[in-house]
């Protein structure tokens, strides 16, 4: 179980019901601002789940280069 932004416990149903209606409103705004197309639902969807995604990345750390990781594999191979 995870806490939401109150502090209430989520199980993870909840929490994928939670992201699922995020991704929905997301989806239908973009629906809405084409015009009201008719078989472009899933294209909506991807788009509005992808932003979604970008949103919740982590952001801790930055990802290392794969120059700088290879470095680093060969300088402990090479011990």
């Given amino acids: 179980m995870a806490l ?3 502090g209430r ?3 993870m149903q909840d929490t994928e019901m939670n992201r699922d209606e ?3 409103q997301v989806a239908y705004k973009f629906w809405q601002e084409e015009g009201c197309p008719h078989g472009y639902n899933v294209q909506h969807w991807l788009k509005a789940e992808t932003i ?4 919740k990345r982590p952001k ?3 990802e290392q ?3 700088l990781k290879a470095r680093k594999v ?5 011990r």
């Fill in 4 to 6: 939401n932004s109150v």
């Fill in 9 to 11: 416990k989520e199980s």
């Fill in 22 to 24: 995020e991704i929905r």
């Fill in 52 to 55: 979604w995604l970008e949103e």
């Fill in 60 to 62: 801790n750390k930055p």
């Fill in 65 to 67: 280069s794969k120059s």
């Fill in 74 to 78: 060969r300088q402990t191979w090479h």
